[in-house]
């Protein structure tokens, strides 16, 4: 470049269309502007600025502004041109030839340097460069970080006089150590510039279709074959608090919300519209979304301030969702308030804390009711179990009917697929549409399919119409959103194809009953080193992601287009399939972290034992191809460097033992006492029994609690701990001794008097306990399986989690112990007595409770199969929930009074003569059941033989019918909404129909396209 004194125009042309990802624009051209009003030559440059520029507008700058250098910062899309802006906003390529047309005009006037600051822009760079001195263009994607430190480096070498190749090598050098160090390439002009044809540029119409991407409020105009649904929605919203609106993945829910029900109620001027997604922190997006009405004069910093003040009060409860909008709609009197919580799911899928599901729940519900306050959600149909689980929303719910997005019809596809083309003036050739149809089926997922495929139709019209060639071009509505993410992967180098591959496992959630779900992750969380790519696969030319900014910490996010991407491109499921067991162990370490995080860091959540040994193996083994956070890496190092601590100190404490052994007559001393106290335990009768037993096991309880310290060191700071298997304490008296940790197994405690010992977590596997007295002992975590506690006095006693498998427990009493969660697996409990005993979740499966007392006693939940309750007495126990299958409670067994509610049983169990079931509201599983109305949301039925059965009424939500024979099963009126009915045998589509919400289930292909179904 020349370098005399005239001033030298610098002009800006920056381009972001609101259907690209969201580029640090702004920053790139702030800090250079800064940079040329520093620099020591800044009186020879002037900077210009145009801002979304079309077509016309690119060349109209440069004949306004004059200028000597053009900058260029947005897209670039590589052989398909850089990315400028259409009439609406949107993206629209203009490919090299073009470009190099007009630069060999404006050559002439003076144009010197092009500086294409994008993308893949080195096709560009080399088509200008036949005519333009300097052209500056890049080989690969490059980041936001890359793009501004190059371009301000760059124009800082100009503004100080040097020339475009040093600049240039200025520039390059700010990239080093970042991954696109070598991606900015410097094209010059060549002597004889090889002359190239040029075609005429084809001005496309802008593309009605969306992709993957939902319809928003200003596509409505584009938005076919839903208005009938959208008539309904309306309605509902007019009357009801709540409108929910379900459907399966891909039915096109947010669509219809924005661009059906949104713009029809805008048109109102009745209406405020706000809308957030719960996301991971769903207090914090729902803040966010309030202070933008009630203070939409504040600046983001402000906003961010106020924003997490408010989720905090709302989040404790110290300010109600009724009294924010209240203050909202007494500023804007006349107005109606529409909040919209689109995505529901992720309430359930990225906030994993299920006391924050809740209480989020139960702050919008508390709303409802309000006058002039609607609630709009969006749910996927196979989280509605989740939703119908929690008692309060499914109340709410079942008021206020939810709005189900069914299936569209051939017509109403026709027009979808139609009308925007012939409303910009488009046409199809003959019968293409018919085939288009016949290619979208039934088969579940094809809708956003069917929209992809439109759109690469629309790029590939020729003279205003979309034709049969172009359709088999692009693989047809099933291979066509396959195929290009294929064609993407493969024109990306093979670094880059590892880094994609860690980025999109990044993106993905891993199904746990459900589908694999996307999940949206910070440039942190994918890494930064991965960001220039994350930009390239946002872009208009790859649409594979989706970047925006968290608006509360201003991270930068990512996130899959649309989750067809993940049921349909193989090599994505291939990549899931294949590494979703070290997935698994990634996101386990990651939740870790962030526990951690949350707990401001406590040394009590770093990890340890078996914990850290994994998470260090992992990232040893791993990390490469599963990136951890920084965060997580953060957890690791603080946990080895809390383990290497205490390693130090447990070496430093041999130093005790090594001065210990020059007194040579202390251990010689200490086992001579231990000796004396063994041999008095084991002696018949005689006193000392209790403080001999003591001083052998007191230092017991550290032991059982630091496993790791060394016996020899423990035992002379804490005490002995001696194991003392079949000691002989017969007729003992115990009472009040604290013996936890130590172990007895086989010991002898026959009559012993034990009362209110502490035995937590001892070992007492097969001891003999008969007739001893241990009334209020602690026993928490003890094991005692295959002990002897015949008759036993076992009043009051602790013995919650306890292990008591194929322990004999006959005619001991338990009366009023706490048996929480304890295991009594094929224990004996003949005559026991248990009544008032808390038997909460208890595993009685496979025990001998014959002519046991159960009155009054809580089993809820409790597992009873193949139990023997023959002569038991349950009068008055609450067995709500309690599987009874298998079990014996024949002979004279007392279940009057029983709290049965809910518990399932099946033709092998056996109950009293004149005992019926069905009006404890128990529930029969088996052929020609009647469950008639019945709860059995989530229930397992799994290859169960149900055929005849009534099941008309039943809630069944995420009920799991795969395997089960359905033969002639009346399903009128059920709720299926989310149940799985994959290879349920015998089961017609008459029947399915006959059911609630049938669309919502989930089924086998085959079994879709019975039903005329598709997702």
């Known amino acids: 470049m020349s370098n005399n004194t005239r001033v030298k125009t610098i ?20 800090e250079i502007d800064e940079g040329l009003r520093r620099a020591n030559k800044r009186e020879r440059f002037k900077l210009e600025q145009k801002w979304a520029v079309r077509s016309r507008d690119f060349y109209r700058a440069i004949l306004d502004s004059q200028p000597q250098i053009v900058h260029f910062c947005g897209h670039g899309g590589g052989e398909d041109g850089i990315v400028l802006e259409d009439e609406t906003g949107q993206a629209a390529f203009v490919r090299a030839d073009a470009l190099s047309s007009m630069f060999k005009l404006f050559a002439v006037k003076g144009v010197e340097c092009v500086l294409l600051n994008a993308c893949y822009s080195e096709v560009q760079a080399e088509a200008i460069s036949q005519h333009i001195n300097y052209v500056i263009g890049m080989n690969q994607a490059i980041g936001d970080k890359a793009a501004i430190n190059f371009a301000v480096a760059f124009y800082d070498a100009l503004g100080a006089g040097e020339e475009v190749e040093f600049a240039f090598e200025l520039g390059c050098s700010q990239l080093v150590g970042l991954k696109e160090h070598q991606t900015p390439v ?54 009801q608090p709540l409108v929910a609106v379900m459907g399966p993945s891909g039915s096109g829910k947010s669509s219809v919300v924005f661009a059906g029900l949104i713009s029809q109620l805008r048109m109102e001027e009745t209406w ?39 989720a905090e009060s709302l989040k404790k409860g110290e300010i109600t969702l009724q009294q924010v909008t209240s203050r909202i709609l007494q500023h804007n009197p006349n107005k109606n308030l529409l909040l919209v919580a689109d995505q529901f799911e992720e309430l359930y899928t990225l906030c994993q804390i299920k006391e924050e599901q809740e209480r989020f729940v139960d702050t919008l519900l508390a709303a409802i009711h309000q006058t002039s306050l609607t609630l709009v959600l969006t749910l996927r149909a196979d989280f509605y179990s989740y939703v119908l689980s929690y008692r309060p929303f499914r109340d709410v719910l079942q008021q206020f009917t939810p709005q189900l997005l069914s299936s569209m019809s051939r017509e109403e596809l026709q027009t979808a697929i139609e009308q925007p083309a012939q409303k910009l003036e488009v046409q199809l050739e003959a019968h293409l549409t018919e085939r288009i149809l016949d290619d979208v089926g039934q088969e579940p997922g094809n809708l956003p399919l069917l929209e992809f495929a439109l759109t690469r139709l629309w790029e590939k019209q020729q003279n205003r119409v979309l034709t049969h060639q172009a359709y088999d071009e692009i693989g047809g509505v099933k291979k066509a959103l396959a195929n290009h993410a294929e064609r993407v992967y493969c024109k990306l180098s093979e670094t880059e194809q590892k880094q994609a591959q860690r980025i999109f496992l990044q993106l993905v959630r891993l199904g746990e009953g459900t589908e694999d779900t996307r999940q949206l992750a910070t440039s942190a969380e994918v890494g930064e080193e991965n960001w220039g790519l994350v930009t390239y696969l946002a872009g208009y030319k790859a649409r594979l992601v989706v970047t925006g900014r968290n608006e509360q910490s201003g991270e930068e996010t990512v996130e899959v287009v649309h989750e067809a991407l993940i049921r349909e491109w193989q090599r994505l499921r291939g990549w899931i399939d294949e590494n979703r067991d070290k997935l698994k162990q990634q996101r386990k370490i990651e939740a870790a972290a962030k526990d951690w995080r949350d707990q ?3 040394k009590d959540y770093l990890l340890q034992g078996k914990r850290l040994t994994q998470a260090k193996v992992f990232r040893q083994e791993y ?57 008095i335990i084991n002696k018949e009768g005689g006193a000392g029994k209790r403080q001999a037993l003591e001083r052998l096991v ?28 079949q000691a002989n304490l017969t007729g003992s008296d115990l009472s009040g001794a604290n013996l936890s940790g130590a172990n007895l197994s086989h010991a002898n405690f026959t009559k012993a008097n034990i009362r209110s010992a502490n035995l937590t977590g001892v070992d007492l596997s097969g001891a003999n306990l008969t007739e001893a007295y241990l009334w209020d002992a602690n026993l928490t975590k003890a094991y005692l399986w295959g002990a002897d506690f015949t008759k036993a006095n076992l009043h009051n006693v602790n013995l919650n989690g306890a292990s008591l498998g194929e322990a004999n427990l006959t005619e001991a009493d338990f009366n009023g112990a706490n048996l929480m969660g304890a295991n009594f697996t094929e224990a004996n409990l003949t005559g026991a007595n248990l009544m008032g005993t808390n038997l909460t979740k208890a595993s009685f499966n496979a025990a001998n409770l014959r002519g046991a007392r159960l009155d009054g006693a809580n089993l809820s939940d409790a597992k009873l199969s193949s139990a023997d309750l023959f002569d038991t007495n349950l009068r008055g126990a609450n067995l709500s929930g309690a599987n009874l299958s298998s079990g014996n409670y024949y002979g004279n067994a007392k279940l009057g009074g029983a709290k049965l509610k809910g518990s399932l049983y099946n033709k092998e169990t056996k109950f009293p003569q004149n005992f019926v079931p069905t009006n404890q509201q128990m529930h029969l599983i088996g052929p020609n059941v009647n469950l008639s109305g019945a709860d059995l949301i989530s229930a397992n039925f799994s290859d169960v033989n149900l055929s005849g059965a009534n099941l008309s009424s039943a809630l069944l939500a995420g009920a799991n019918f795969s395997g089960a024979n359905l033969s002639n099963v009346n399903l009128s009126g059920a709720l299926l909404a989310g149940a799985n009915l994959m290879e349920a045998k015998n089961l017609t589509p008459e029947q399915v129909k006959s059911a609630q919400m049938w669309e919502a289930a989930i089924y086998d292909e085959d079994f879709h396209a019975k039903l005329g179904l598709k997702l």
Do not use: M
Request: hydrophobic letters at 40%.
């Open 11 to 30: 002009l800006v042309l920056a381009v972001n269309p609101t259907n690209t990802s969201r580029l640090r624009l702004d920053k790139e051209v702030s």
């Open 186 to 239: 410097l094209k010059k002009k060549l002597i004889h510039p090889v002359s190239i044809e040029i075609e005429p540029e084809v001005i496309l119409p802008p593309n009605p279709y969306q992709g993957l991407s939902a319809f928003q409020e200003q596509d409505a105009q584009f938005f076919f074959g839903q208005e009938t649904f959208v008539e309904c929605l309306v309605q509902a919203t007019r009357k």
């Open 272 to 310: 405020l519209i706000e809308s957030f997604r719960p996301g991971k922190q769903p207090f914090d997006e729902l803040a966010y979304t309030l202070v933008r009405q009630l203070e939409p004069e504040l600046g983001k910093t402000e906003q961010v301030i106020k924003t997490a003040k408010l």
């Open 600 to 602: 401001r860091k406590s």
């Open 623 to 679: 990390s490469n191809t599963y990136p951890l956070s920084p965060l997580a890496e953060e957890l690791i190092r603080e946990s080895l460097k809390q383990k290497r601590c205490r390693q130090f100190q447990a070496i430093s404490f041999l130093v005790i033992p090594v001065i210990a052994v020059l007194a040579v007559l202390e251990p010689r001393l200490r086992e001579e006492v231990i000796g004396n106290d063994i041999a």
């Open 698 to 725: 007191k230092g017991c309880w550290i032991a059982l609690r630091f496993k790791w310290k060394p016996n020899y060191l423990s035992e002379r700071l804490f005490g002995n701990c001696r194991p003392l298997n």
